[in-house]
């Protein structure tokens, strides 16, 4: 079993669409967790980043964190064409260091 | 802020030769940098951590001697591909960690190799 599951895809949805993306883990120490955004031959792009439980609004982007459940979820409000790309779920835990990744889920947003 | 780059981002070479990959992190310090391989549809694969002023850390299954890293300073890391081959033809990618107000990593835009 992988420590970081996420479903890889392809997501298609209509612009103007609530895009919900989602991630499990099975490690209850990690304390830290982010999402990244990644175009086609780029680097990944840092979305959010979350310390611990609870929730994070940032414009159209909405993250969750539910340690108790061990479950992350990204929420993109209004999705636009330019959302389009790769997103993906990372973690670590408290001694910093190295991220944990999920597949990454591929999100096709269609004008 | 904390804006990594790579150089060059992108690289054909011939087989046996050896590629140098920078990078550097524009308006931050950072101690630990780490590079990244990533194959299409996939997603980044660990291959070292770098800490400035030490050797670097390989992933389980990463050859040391084909993939030199050296962490001259807080802001730069480089990754040399020796005796390359068509194999080692790749995304490569690096991060550079920050404590500042967050504990994270920012990425670079990667490079792309090609070995003939």
């Known amino acids: 079993q992988k420590e970081v599951e996420q479903d890889p895809g392809p997501l298609s949805v209509p612009e103007g669409a609530i895009v919900s993306l989602n991630c499990t883990y099975s490690?209850?120490?990690?304390?830290?967790f982010m999402w990244y955004r990644q175009y086609s031959r780029k680097g990944p792009e840092l979305l959010m980043y979350?310390?611990?439980?609870g929730n994070k609004e940032d414009g159209r982007f909405t993250a969750q964190v539910d340690k108790s459940s061990k479950y992350i979820s990204l929420f993109i409000r209004d999705s636009q064409p330019s959302d389009s790309a790769t997103y993906l779920c990372?973690?670590?835990?408290?001694?910093?260091?190295?991220?944990?990744f999920g597949q990454g889920t591929e999100l096709s947003v269609k004008p | 802020g904390a804006v990594v780059s790579q150089h060059p981002s992108r690289v054909i070479c011939k087989s046996g030769t050896s590629v140098k990959i920078e990078c550097r992190s524009l308006?931050?310090?950072?101690?630990?940098m780490f590079w990244y391989r990533q194959f299409p549809k996939q997603s980044l694969m660990l291959m070292a951590t770098?800490?400035?002023?030490?050797?670097?850390?390989?992933e389980q299954g990463v050859e040391k001697d084909k993939f030199l890293i050296n962490h001259a300073s807080l802001t730069l890391s480089t990754l040399t591909v020796t005796s390359a081959h068509p194999e080692d033809s790749s995304f490569y990618i690096c991060?550079?960690?920050?404590?500042?107000?967050?504990?994270?990593?920012?990425f670079g835009p990667g490079t792309r190799l090609t070995v003939l």
């Open positions: 490690n209850s120490a990690f304390q830290y």
């Open positions: 308006d931050f310090q950072a101690t630990t």
């Open positions: 990372a973690m670590m835990n408290n001694q910093g260091g190295k991220l944990i």
């Open positions: 991060s550079a960690r920050t404590t500042t107000h967050t504990d994270t990593q920012y």
């Open positions: 979350t310390y611990s439980s």
């Open positions: 770098s800490n400035e002023g030490s050797k670097a850390t390989y």
